[in-house]
């Protein structure tokens, strides 16, 4: 069975940093692309972050160039986001997914 599970999230306040991890399960971890998205109440998923089957190509959604670094760990099967400099804007439940499979989610809440 395909899974992926997310965690890491948390209350943070601005200017500060979180570590989200995605563990994953079921199929050849190395093999797929991953990627990062993240959804607030009464707005549609948007994508943040997404890192190739290899580690060596990522992309950042603008929003979050410069202080958000996605990275994964084909042995260990997790894919990671470290997320830095936070800002209140940044609150939202984070997605881990790869192709059609999504995880549960984390919140992030980045308040004062």
Do not use: H
């Amino acid at each position: 069975q395909v899974r992926l599970v997310e965690s890491g999230g948390g209350l943070v306040r601005p200017g500060g940093s979180l570590r989200l991890s995605c563990a994953a399960s079921g199929f050849i971890f190395r093999n797929f692309n991953m990627a990062w998205y993240r959804q607030n109440p009464g707005k549609g998923r948007e994508w943040v972050a997404s890192i190739d089957s290899t580690g060596r190509i990522t992309k950042y959604a603008d929003f979050v160039r410069g202080r958000f670094t996605i990275s994964r760990d084909n042995f260990k099967k997790i894919l990671s986001l470290q997320m830095n400099d936070l800002e209140p804007e940044d609150t939202a439940v984070y997605y881990c997914n790869t192709r059609d499979t999504w995880g549960q989610g984390t919140q992030v809440t980045v308040s004062s």
